[in-house]
């Protein structure tokens, strides 16, 4: 059984690029969370989606980030026109039901992206 | 509103030294969960523990162990003997019961075990 996957592990954009991030969910999880972790930080949740649906994205930037978790494929999470202050690691958590009930997130071992 | 402090931001140990990490949360939930994950230089974010706000009895596994009082509301990590393996960046975060409430994580701690 896989564990949570993630890629790029590292990816690296000039100014105004986009970045798109992937993440494949445990087999089975249908809860996905993304989150950010500047460097020297904690990990700040952005965004949690079930399949097909935005659950909460009351950490997403307003502007220049989406995510979407299609019904079949990956999670993606994108970033357009990226700046400077986008470099970071972000990481991914699945989970088979909500947080809270007597289970844990798997997170993915993330993306590190770097705009140059 | 949930915050989690971790107010240790780095300490070093000499190996085979107990250590022990801070962890204080707030939150106006009376069910809850706690969690600590551990982040090697590696990157990767590795799941410890779990512990719902019912459930004050202090976990051991293996060299780790953890006291949980909600009285001072906090929930510490105690690592006996320390190893070299166990330098890495130690995070505590918190779930509400509020919903999908995803998990709040403190600043970390940077354990450093030196030989």
């Known amino acids: 059984n896989a564990g949570v996957m993630q890629n790029p592990r590292h990816l690296v954009r000039r100014r105004g690029q986009e970045a798109r991030l992937r993440c494949s969910p445990m087999?089975?999880?249908?809860?996905v969370y993304w989150y950010r972790q500047l460097p020297e930080e904690g990990l700040k949740f952005m965004v949690y989606l079930q399949k097909e649906n935005i659950i909460d994205e009351s950490g997403m930037p307003k502007e220049r980030f989406s995510a979407e978790f299609p019904k079949e494929g990956p999670s993606i999470l994108r970033i357009q026109q990226v700046v400077r202050g986008d470099s970071a690691a972000y990481f991914c958590?699945?989970?088979?039901?909500?947080?809270?009930?007597?289970?844990?997130?798997?997170f993915g071992q993330g993306t590190r992206l770097t705009v140059v | 509103a949930q915050k989690v402090t971790q107010a240790q931001t780095e300490i070093s140990v000499v190996e085979k030294e107990d250590v022990t990490l801070d962890c204080v949360y707030e939150?106006?939930?009376?069910?809850?969960?706690l969690f600590w994950y551990k982040q090697p230089p590696s990157g990767e974010l590795v799941f410890l523990i779990r512990?719902?706000?019912?459930?004050?009895q202090n976990e051991i596994s293996g060299r780790y162990s953890w006291n949980f009082q909600k009285s001072t509301s906090s929930f510490n990590f105690t690592i006996t003997a320390s190893q070299v393996v166990d330098s890495a960046v130690y995070f505590c975060?918190?779930?509400?019961?509020?919903?999908?409430?995803?998990?709040?994580f403190g600043k970390g701690t940077r354990l450093s075990v030196i030989a």
């Open positions: 975060a918190l779930s509400e019961n509020s919903g999908n409430t995803p998990l709040v």
């Open positions: 958590a699945s989970s088979p039901r909500d947080l809270f009930i007597n289970t844990e997130a798997f």
């Open positions: 512990r719902n706000s019912f459930d004050e």
């Open positions: 087999k089975g999880h249908s809860h």
């Open positions: 939150t106006r939930d009376t069910t809850y969960y």
